[in-house]
Nanobody, 120 residues
Framework: QLLVVESGGGLVHPGGSLRLSCAAS????????IGWFRQAPGKEREEVSC???????NYVDSVKGRFTISRDNAKNTVYLQINNLKPEDTAVYYC??????????????WGQGTQVTVSS
């Protein structure tokens, strides 16, 4: 059984921080690029960050300087550190696995999502 599971979401005040985790079971994440996506109610899903198997990263402009994607292959986990949270960051956050080593092509395996809510 191949699974990825997100965790770490919650309710935080503006300016707060969260670290989201994407843990895999049934396969190794190391050979694959991993992306983080988010979807807010009534809005389209957007890719916020991606990390290649070699550790290269990219970010959507709106989160640069606040979000950091990383991976720990020994723990079979990818993280998204989110700092200086803003209300517009409120969304369900998903991780997804690319069938390849770089952040191109299709994301084939998706987690169930974790809710991030930013409110005062």
């Amino acid at each position: 059984q191949l699974l990825v599971v997100e965790s770490g979401g919650g309710l935080v005040h503006p300016g707060g921080s969260l670290r989201l985790s994407c843990a895999a079971s049934g396969f190794h994440l190391a050979p694959y690029a991993i992306g983080w996506f988010r979807q807010a109610p009534g809005k389209e899903r957007e890719e916020v960050s991606c990390i290649s198997s070699g550790g290269g990263t990219n970010y959507v402009d709106s989160v640069k300087g606040r979000f950091t994607i990383s991976r720990d292959n020994a723990k079979n986990t990818v993280y998204l550190q989110i700092n200086n949270l803003k209300p517009e960051d409120t969304a369900v956050y998903y991780c997804a696995v690319v069938s390849g080593s770089v952040c191109d092509g299709d994301f084939d395996y998706w987690g169930q999502g974790t809710q991030v809510t930013v409110s005062s």
